[in-house]
């Protein structure tokens, strides 16, 4: 029976490895980071040889029954019953796997599972040009004297690092916030 479980596990490993590096890699061809990001690549091409190694024990066996059997010979005489454990428990991970991902849409939102060097750099211009800026403004504005001014940076800064926070993280009711959810490591430096 072992052979049966270990021709269904292989399958099912197979086709969980093979799923899994699609969606890696067509959100990754779509947004046209082949180039950018190669650690997705990777990652699906790894999930694909997997797929391709499971794929060809389910094969191997299924194949061996018929000439294995002429020959008396059990289909399952060269698996042995660690393999198929290990195939099963395989199996249940690739399940739980895509269970999960099923259930827990805000986590594949925007279809991006690696993170882009590009989004990166830009967000950190993003940060540099509306937040770094408007306080150098206002601490010009200060040492000239200039109050209102100074003020007037402080509040436009304020508001472009809350739009910036925003739409780093979306907003607390779209992620599903709660309470502690964004606890820092350590407190924040303001003096």
């Known amino acids: 029976m072992s052979w049966q479980a270990g021709v269904l596990a292989n399958g099912i490993v197979a086709v969980a490895y093979l799923a899994a ?11 046209k ?14 999930l694909v040889t997997c797929a391709v190694h499971h794929g060809q024990h389910a094969v191997q ?22 393999m198929a454990v290990w195939d099963v428990v395989t199996a249940a991970v690739g399940a739980c796997y895509w269970a999960q ?23 950190a211009l993003e940060i540099n040009d509306n937040i770094v800026q408007g306080l150098t403004v206002a601490q010009i504005s200060l040492d ?6 100074s003020e ?11 739009a910036i926070i925003t739409e780093l993280i979306g907003e607390a009711s779209e992620v599903g916030l709660g309470p502690g959810d964004l606890r820092r490591t350590k407190p924040a430096e303001v003096g």
Do not use: Y
């Open 101 to 123: 991902r099923r259930s827990d849409r805000s986590a594949v939102r925007d279809a991006q599972l690696f993170e882009d060097m590009k989004q990166r750099q830009r967000q």
């Open 21 to 31: 590096s699609v969606v890696i890699l067509f959100p990754v061809i779509r947004s």
């Open 144 to 149: 000239l004297a200039m109050t209102d001014r």
């Open 61 to 82: 066996m299924l194949l061996a029954v018929g000439p294995q059997m002429e020959a008396g010979l059990a289909p399952g005489s060269a698996w042995r019953w660690d």
């Open 152 to 162: 007037e940076a402080i509040h436009r800064t304020l508001a472009s690092a809350r």
């Open 33 to 46: 980071q082949v180039r950018t990001n190669p650690l997705a690549l990777a990652t699906a091409a790894l």
